[in-house]
Nanobody, 125 residues
């Protein structure tokens, strides 16, 4: 499966952005999908993840209450709605996926074997 991330940009603190991760190549329905982010000089971290059904989601503590992950399997797309953005949210955001029909989200980066290119989110203060 090929993943294409989009939607990044420059936004002021307190603003909002919605990222999209479009999948192609095969049906996306049975894939757990996550949004990872990597800030300059920091390790890549999982910001949010969603099960194949959309019934289960994971959020890092730093984004809880501000980010919402969702998916539309009919469109083979996963979204990350980000509100109340902070300068510390500045990072390159990557979508990634792995095949699983379990209803849980694995937070280990090595579990994700399909990766899209990153999209840069810059939050100015």
């Amino acid at each position: 499966v090929q993943l294409q991330a989009s939607g990044g940009g420059l936004v002021q603190a307190g603003g909002s952005l919605r990222l999209s991760c479009a999948a192609s190549g095969r049906t996306f329905k049975a894939y757990v999908t996550g949004w990872f982010r990597q800030a300059p000089g920091k390790e890549r971290e999982l910001a949010a993840g969603i099960s194949w059904s959309g019934n289960s989601a994971y959020y890092a503590d730093s984004v809880k209450g501000r980010f919402t992950i969702s998916r539309d399997n009919a469109k083979n797309t996963v979204y990350l709605q980000m509100i109340s953005l902070r300068p510390e949210d500045t990072a390159v955001y990557f979508c990634a996926a792995y095949y699983s029909d379990w209803g849980v989200v694995n937070t280990a980066q090595q579990t994700y074997n399909y990766w899209g290119q990153g999209t840069l989110v810059t939050v100015s203060s």
